[in-house]
């Protein structure tokens, strides 16, 4: 589903006009931001200075390229020029004005294909922010906030830039798994860490089932946090305590989405003989077991 209202406004933001011209050309176009901005300034090319088609490109008198490059290189690892670290990302995130805990960060680490925490790549950033046109910093903050709500509400406006994928927050979920290993070969993730991240993760997953419902209780979400709750401790009191790998990671996604959050009361939709994870199981046999359930 293409969304309409970003891409007017990425249109008038980049031809500086108005949302009704933006409206036409764009249906013209049947909403290709590209397509569309070049026919404006095909169009108007009579009127236009040499600025003003470096604008509809996404240029300022120099190369789309060179830009990006500039960007990165107020944040790259001084001792390794094609990577952003751990102290450049806390200054990209802050000059966005974003708070490394906020989720967006994590979205951010995603769009960019970020292989580890704290690191962006060169080649992955100025591919991505090529392929979406954007060129500042103040650009990129703005795109970030409306490419995080539409990826948390899966609503299908983006594709990956490598695969054609129409990208869903399953895919950000399942992401975040490799994203917080320290090594390639780590097949397993620190109950801790896992928890931490869950804890950033569940809430969102949470918000958007909620606002999709035609009524809300509040007693009902009190119960999804008071079942999140339960896994935590179910996992943090087990003995000898787990690691997480990525089946039971990826797995509780779906055990959420179609066990706790449609029946946090009694988990109705739950079923012994369905091929979850064992942890799963187990969890459930916890809550019978501690007369939670």
């Given at each position: 589903m293409v969304n309409k209202s970003?891409?007017?406004s990425q249109f008038c933001e980049l031809t500086n006009t108005s949302t009704t011209t933006a409206g036409r050309y764009l249906d013209a176009s049947k909403y290709n931001l590209e397509q569309a901005v070049?026919?404006?300034?095909?169009?108007?090319?009579?009127?236009?200075?040499?600025?003003?088609?470096?604008?509809?490109?996404g240029k300022s008198g120099s190369s789309d390229k060179s830009q990006l490059n500039t960007i990165f290189d107020q944040y790259k690892d001084p001792n390794n020029s094609e990577v952003i670290d751990i102290d450049g990302t806390l200054k990209y995130l802050e000059d966005l004005n974003m708070d490394p805990d906020d989720p967006k960060s994590l979205t951010l680490a995603f769009l960019l294909k970020s292989p580890s925490v704290g690191v962006f790549e060169k080649d992955k950033f100025i591919s991505t922010w090529k392929h979406y046109k954007i060129y500042d910093v103040k650009a990129?903050?703005?795109f970030l906030d409306t490419f995080h709500e539409d990826v948390l509400y899966d609503k299908g406006?983006?594709?990956?830039i490598d695969t054609d994928e129409v990208i869903d927050f399953k895919q950000l979920y399942d992401f975040t798994f490799g994203f917080?290993?320290?090594?390639?070969?780590?097949?397993?993730?620190?109950?801790?860490?896992t928890i931490s991240y869950w804890r950033l993760l569940l809430p969102l997953i949470t918000t958007v089932y909620f606002t999709k419902q035609e009524s809300t209780k509040d007693e009902d979400k009190a119960k999804?946090?008071?079942?999140?709750?339960?896994?935590f401790d179910f996992l943090s009191n087990s003995n000898p305590r787990p690691v997480i790998t990525f089946d039971t990671w990826s797995m509780f996604y779906l055990f959420?989405?179609?066990?706790?959050?449609?029946?946090?009361?009694?988990?109705s939709n739950y079923d012994e003989m369905a091929a979850w994870p064992s942890k799963m199981d187990e969890y459930v046999e916890y809550l019978s077991d501690n007369g939670l359930l």
């Open positions: 970003a891409l007017k070049d026919a404006y300034y095909n169009k108007h090319a009579t009127k236009s200075s040499s600025k003003s088609n470096s604008k509809a490109n990129i903050a703005k406006t983006y594709s990956d917080l290993k320290e090594s390639e070969n780590q097949k397993v993730l620190d109950i801790d860490l999804v946090e008071e079942r999140v709750q339960n896994w959420f989405l179609e066990v706790i959050l449609p029946d946090p009361y009694k988990l």
